[in-house]
């Protein structure tokens, strides 16, 4: 790359002032009280500063006195790393003018921690700012070095920074994987290079009020590649914008969006659009810029998206459907959290001619529970197809469930208004699926119902004759018809349409027929109906509509059923189910809730049956054996049912009480069921329903996380196992090579469940068992567990705290154990086998061993006490062992026995 091309591109270096250098320097996580400093306090009026300021500016510049806060302040427990970090930082703001003392305090508190550092670990001090003198030293680097960096090496080291970007840039960045063609990393080389071309770019950015300068430059000219995805372009639009102005555009990337604009025509630029390349294995490319076919010098407008939704459109075109259309500019971008929005069964609900809701129906169900982007996406070309983003994957769904309707009347009486009957494949299909052009005729849509159906009928024109016609809608032409006697196999009758009028065949009518079994087809130039009449039974039947069911004729005068063909009165015949005289009962309600009532319930003997409650209230969709109902008066009843009403669907479970345990406790057993939630009502010898409130069906439960996950072979340690639906488990069962299932005691809310570690002891010290969760007869895994060996301690040594207080150091051999405090108990013996119980603080960890600090307080003769302590009692779990208190390390042994052996050595030789 040429040097020159560098400089005059790299634009402005964005160098912080000093005050908010400053602050993200010394608050690096911008707590809610950087704004305190963003105030010049110079400025102030000298009046502000009050007796008290000026009393606790003259403290702090006493140095004996800062000195001895902080190290009072650093013995203190509860002053956490946290907090001496902002402690040291908020004094560095306070010392900044007076460089000079603020370097001598650290003189002093520098040497103080070399001296408390010589007896541990000496190299590990200045590694972690966990001290407020180790941080006071960062920022008083950083506030000498802050000149250095902004005079001498900023603007070279942004070069290079830049440099190094500005050469990536210009060659193809894989925006999946980020490999690119220029990288100093061979492991993020791009090994494989597409043809790639540079496209200067004519960019107009919009004004907004975020960016109102009247200085900034608004049209820029932008070199991009032509495989560069519109993503990626948006990028060096925006570097391009900061490298020219020295300042952000003041909108985020997923906030811009790109048009192009070619004369007085906009086209708007998207990484996924319909114009968007399928490939074979249904992963869809992602648009770039040669995508579009943008060529040298085109005008590119950065915009701001706005989600707006503007107007709401209703169109009746058609009686039986009603069609709302939500109008807005951008509505992709109006996106609500996905951690409030859970769609759990995406619905279609269909409007009756009267605007009431029939039954819903579910169209496709997400068995787990996904967060899901509110909106459904219709497919650009195939309006059967809608698109749903769950997760991390998004999902291709039909927009009916047509082919579940196996007949005619009943394809059309769900009132589908994407379902119809297509009369040549004889099933109900979406439109585009039954044909196009003239074949669109052989499909019947729902407007008129059940009605439209072809349907073969026997009429009664005459005394004479009966006529095998087919009513429907459907064109008439060039129709024809036969009826067939099966026994036999003879015509009995066939025809042909004429003028455009259906085919019709007429049968004389005799006083009997020995025709038992009929077969009557009609045949059209692209379908066919056929059906088969068996009248073997006529005469047996005596009530109206069992008689005409099977396709026999109903004499009304005479109250008989005969066959269709013999002889009966045209006015006393009847062939239609409709006619017959039946008392008809009260159709339940379709859609809507259970009609509950109330709590209490009286049988005909006077008996009040109650209901308190239904426990548990959430179930899996596995459904559940042992449902507890509660209440009153329940060996009362001779017949205990349970009703479920959901939302999703019309139907009702109805189950059998499984045990009545007593007068105020039953046992259901109820079945699997998709998620969502039910009415409950409890009936009583088949009498008014008693409402037992809401049960909720949740899908099966999921784990994210064990902690820890790694526990002592002897066991006993609290584990916790982190998800969702934790409330309906049964049970939680740690499963082992050796020793099988075991069942482990659990206390579970939703979102977690804690247990404690089982014992499993066994030659293979070393192992992982699986965490399963039981729910019903189905194991969840739940991840694995592992095992080490017991934790190994190597002493202890006691030390006073004054005269009442004691800190109890115990050292062990470094682990992988997450040790809590309420897993570890402490005993501390002394004397007379007297015991006290030191109170666990913390866990300090180096390259050789792990420290387990405990104290005791409120104690007398601290002293004494420390003297005579002789061992100390750890429990951790189901492990409880001794510790002996630490010995004199070998090496000082060492070092007092050599000056002795160099004496014997010197002196004591035998005399020659």
């Known amino acids: 790359m040429d040097k020159l091309d560098v400089v005059d591109s790299f634009g402005t270096i964005p160098f912080l002032d000093y005050k908010h250098f400053a602050l993200r320097t010394f608050f690096p996580e911008s707590g809610g009280f950087t704004h305190i400093f963003t105030e010049d306090m110079h400025n102030r009026d000298a009046n502000d500063k009050n007796e008290s300021l000026t009393a606790l500016d003259a403290l702090i510049c006493n140095k004996s006195f800062l000195v001895t806060v902080i190290h009072t302040l650093e013995k203190q427990k509860n002053f956490s790393v946290k907090d001496r970090c902002l402690f040291a930082s908020f004094l560095t703001i306070a010392l900044q003018t007076k460089l000079v003392y603020l370097t001598s305090i650290?003189?002093?508190?520098?040497?103080?921690?070399?001296?408390?550092?010589?007896?541990?670990?000496?190299?590990?001090?200045?590694?972690?700012?966990?001290?407020?003198?180790?941080?006071?030293?960062?920022?008083?680097?950083?506030?000498c070095l802050s000149g250095f960096l902004r005079e001498t090496v900023g603007e070279p080291f942004y070069l290079l920074v830049t440099t190094l970007n500005q050469k990536i840039n210009k060659g193809p960045v894989d925006v999946i994987t980020c490999k690119a063609l220029y990288t100093l990393n061979e492991d993020w080389l791009l090994w494989q290079v597409p043809e790639f071309s540079t496209v200067a770019l004519n960019v107009i950015f919009e004004k907004i009020p975020e960016n109102e300068s009247a200085d900034v430059c608004r049209n820029i000219s932008v070199n991009v590649l032509d495989c560069d995805t519109i993503g990626q372009a948006k990028e060096k639009i925006f570097q391009a914008f900061l490298s020219k102005n020295g300042s952000p555009y003041g909108l985020q990337l997923n906030e811009i969006g790109l048009e192009l604009q070619v004369g007085t025509r906009q086209k708007e630029l998207l990484d996924i659009d319909s114009s968007s390349v399928i490939l074979e294995d249904g992963i869809t490319k992602l648009n770039t810029i040669g995508h579009y076919e943008i060529s040298n010098g085109s005008t590119i407008k950065v915009f701001k998206k706005i989600a707006n939704f503007t107007s709401v459109e209703v169109s009746t075109e058609d009686p039986i459907e009603c069609r709302l259309k939500f109008i807005g500019?951008?509505?992709?971008?109006?996106?609500?959290?996905?951690?409030?929005?859970?769609?759990?069964?995406?619905?279609?609900?269909i409007l009756g001619e009267n605007l009431t809701s029939n039954c819903p129906e579910v169209i496709y169900e997400i068995k787990e529970e996904t967060p899901v982007f509110y909106k459904l996406v219709p497919h650009p070309l195939m309006d059967i197809y809608i698109y749903l983003t769950a997760g991390k994957e998004v999902r291709r769904i039909r927009v009916a469930n047509c082919s579940k309707h196996k007949s005619c009347s009943e394809c059309l009486a769900a009132a589908d208004p994407h379902c119809g009957w297509c009369l040549s494949l004889q099933r109900c299909t979406f439109q585009g699926t039954c044909g196009q052009g003239k074949k669109l005729?052989?499909?019947?849509?729902?407007?008129?119902?059940?009605?439209?159906?072809?349907?073969?009928?026997?009429?009664?024109?005459?005394?004479?004759?009966?006529?095998?016609?087919?009513?429907?809608?459907?064109?008439?032409?060039?129709?024809?018809?036969?009826?067939?006697?099966?026994?036999?196999?003879?015509?009995?009758?066939?025809?042909?349409?004429?003028?455009?009028?259906?085919?019709?065949?007429?049968?004389?009518?005799?006083p009997s027929y020995n025709v038992l079994v009929v077969n009557v087809t009609f045949s059209f130039p692209s379908w066919n109906l056929s059906e088969r009449f068996n009248f073997t039974n006529c005469a047996s039947l005596r009530e109206c509509l069992a008689c005409i069911g099977p396709g026999c004729a109903w004499c009304?005068?005479?109250?008989?059923?005969?066959?269709?063909?013999?002889?009966?009165?045209?006015?006393?015949?009847?062939?239609?189910?409709?006619?017959?005289?039946?008392?008809?009962?009260?159709?339940?309600?379709?859609?809507?809730?259970?009609?509950?009532?109330k709590n209490n319930r009286t049988n005909k003997g006077g008996q009040i049956f109650h209901i308190k409650a239904i426990e548990p209230q959430k179930i899996s969709t596995l459904g559940k054996r042992n449902v507890i109902v509660t209440g009153a008066n329940f060996t009362q009843a001779s017949n205990i049912t349970m009703i479920l009403k959901g939302t999703s669907t019309c139907d009702k479970d109805v189950i059998q009480v499984s045990h009545v345990l007593n007068d105020t406790h039953m046992k259901f057993s109820l079945p699997s069921s998709r998620k969502e939630m039910k009415d409950v009502c409890i009936q009583f010898d088949d009498r008014a329903c008693s409402s037992a409130g809401a049960l909720s069906y949740i899908a099966l439960p999921q784990c994210s996380l064990t902690v820890p996950g790694t526990t002592w072979i002897s066991g006993g340690q609290n584990i916790t196992v982190m998800g969702r639906n934790f409330d309906v488990i049964d049970n939680l069962i740690i499963s082992h090579e050796l020793?099988?299932?075991?069942?482990?005691?659990?206390?579970?809310?939703?979102?977690?469940?804690?247990?404690?570690?089982?014992?499993?002891?066994?030659?293979?010290?070393?192992?992982?068992?699986?965490?399963?969760?039981?729910?019903?007869?189905?194991?969840?895994?739940?991840?694995?567990?592992?095992?080490?060996?017991?934790p190994r301690f190597t002493g202890y040594r006691v030390e006073p705290e004054g005269d009442t207080e004691l800190e109890v150091k115990i050292q062990k051999e470094n682990d992988n154990f997450n040790i809590s405090k309420k897993d570890i108990e402490i005993t501390l013996f002394h004397g007379e086998n007297k015991q006290l119980n030191c109170s666990f603080e913390n866990i300090t960890r180096n390259q050789d061993l792990t420290t387990i600090l405990c104290?005791?307080?409120?104690?007398?003769?601290?002293?004494?006490?420390?003297?005579?302590?002789?061992?100390?009692?750890?429990?951790?779990?189901?492990?409880?062992?001794?510790?002996?208190?630490?010995?004199?390390?070998?090496?000082?042994?060492?070092?007092?026995?050599?000056?002795?052996?160099?004496?014997?050595?010197?002196?004591?030789?035998?005399?020659?």
């Not at 004494?864 to 302590?869: E, F, G, L, R």
């Not at 429990?875 to 000056?899: A, D, H, R």
Request: proline letters at 5%; a positive charge.
């Open 441 to 510: 005729e052989n499909w019947l849509d729902i407007s008129s119902g059940a009605k439209k159906c072809p349907k073969i009928q026997i009429i009664r024109n005459s005394r004479d004759k009966t006529t095998v016609t087919i009513a429907g809608s459907f064109s008439p032409a060039d129709s024809e018809c036969v009826v067939r006697n099966v026994d036999i196999g003879k015509v009995l009758c066939q025809g042909k349409s004429q003028q455009n009028r259906t085919c019709a065949c007429s049968i004389p009518t005799r």
């Open 739 to 790: 020793k099988g299932n075991i069942n482990v005691s659990v206390y579970c809310m939703a979102t977690f469940c804690g247990f404690l570690a089982p014992n499993l002891k066994s030659p293979k010290v070393r192992t992982n068992v699986a965490v399963k969760l039981k729910v019903q007869d189905t194991y969840l895994d739940c991840g694995t567990l592992k095992y080490l060996e017991d």
């Open 329 to 349: 500019d951008n509505l992709a971008q109006a996106v609500l959290p996905s951690e409030t929005l859970e769609v759990i069964l995406p619905e279609e609900v």
């Open 556 to 597: 009304k005068r005479e109250r008989k059923c005969i066959h269709p063909f013999t002889s009966c009165d045209p006015s006393d015949y009847e062939r239609n189910q409709e006619l017959c005289q039946v008392e008809k009962s009260p159709k339940a309600s379709g859609g809507g809730r259970l009609k509950e009532n």
């Open 106 to 143: 650290l003189e002093v508190l520098t040497r103080d921690l070399m001296e408390q550092s010589s007896n541990m670990q000496p190299k590990l001090m200045l590694r972690r700012t966990e001290s407020v003198v180790e941080k006071l030293l960062t920022n008083w680097m950083s506030v």
């Open 855 to 912: 104290k005791i307080k409120g104690i007398k003769n601290a002293n004494s006490i420390a003297a005579s302590s002789k061992k100390v009692r750890v429990k951790l779990g189901n492990l409880e062992l001794y510790v002996e208190q630490e010995s004199v390390p070998s090496t000082w042994y060492f070092l007092i026995v050599l000056p002795v052996l160099l004496a014997v050595v010197i002196f004591g030789k035998c005399p020659v």
